[in-house]
T-cell receptor, first 113, second 111 residues
Framework: GENVEQHPSTLSVQEGDSAVIKCTYSDSASNYFPWYKQELGKGPQLIIDIRSNVGEKKDQRIAVTLNKTAKHFSLHITETQPEDSAVYFCAASPRPGANNLFFGTGTRLTVIP | NAGVTQTPKFRILKIGQSMTLQCTQDMNHNYMYWYRQDPGMGLKLIYYSVGAGITDKGEVPNGYNVSRSTTEDFPLRLELAAPSQTSVYFC??????????FGDGTRLSIL
């Protein structure tokens, strides 16, 4: 089955700096790569996703890049704010809504004011 | 605008007890899922359903059962609780081929 690895496990940045979280996956059949933000006591919330037919997607301060050849994808958060502090999960799946959505182990991001 | 609602939010069980974790969604989504999240780990799929009357096993189904009698509800049952089932449980739903929407979880401790 799919194996998703995520690094780093913890990340601290100063407010206003950028944060980058990286994931690798093993199954070449994966074509859908969502990123989730999980705040304390809450469920994961989808913040951005990318499909294998594009290499980059941006939504305001958040961007995701995908290198399908190397089987890795990354989350970039620019101009970080204290409210960005949370645990971020990457995931991989053959398609959205599939029963086989495999998650990384999470990155705890702390933005220091 | 409730989305996916899970009850209870917290529960403590004794070894060998049984309980049902409730999940309901008001978005008319066909697909529903149950995950567990252990400390420091990503979510792992327990069971899923693609519609009323249809369920199937995920990655970690042992010790759990599900049913799907309506589109809205997808309860998860633990028959003989074991310490290894201490975890946070998340329910999710989605339309076909669309991203999943998660509830806020049930934190379950088995002592």
């Amino acid at each position: 089955g799919e194996n998703v690895e995520q690094h780093p496990s913890t990340l601290s940045v100063q407010e206003g700096d950028s944060a980058v979280i990286k994931c690798t996956y093993s199954d070449s059949a994966s074509n859908y790569f969502p990123w989730y933000k999980q705040e304390l006591g809450k469920g994961p919330q989808l913040i951005i996703d990318i499909r294998s037919n594009v290499g980059e997607k941006k939504d305001q301060r958040i961007a995701v890049t995908l290198n399908k050849t190397a089987k890795h994808f990354s989350l970039h958060i620019t101009e970080t704010q204290p409210e960005d502090s949370a645990v971020y999960f990457c995931a991989a799946s053959p398609r959205p809504g599939a029963n086989n959505l495999f998650f990384g182990t999470g990155t705890r991001l702390t933005v220091i004011p | 605008n409730a989305g996916v609602t899970q009850t209870p939010k917290f529960r403590i069980l004794k070894i060998g007890q049984s309980m049902t974790l409730q999940c309901t969604q008001d978005m008319n989504h066909n697909y529903m899922y149950w995950y567990r999240q252990d400390p420091g780990m990503g979510l792992k799929l327990i069971y899923y359903s693609v519609g009323a009357g249809i369920t199937d096993k995920g990655e970690v189904p042992n010790g759990y059962n599900v049913s799907r009698s309506t589109t809205e509800d997808f309860p998860l049952r633990l028959e003989l609780a074991a310490p290894s089932q201490t975890s946070v449980y998340f329910c999710a739903s989605s339309p076909p081929n669309q991203p999943q929407h998660f509830g806020d979880g049930t934190r379950l401790s088995i002592l």
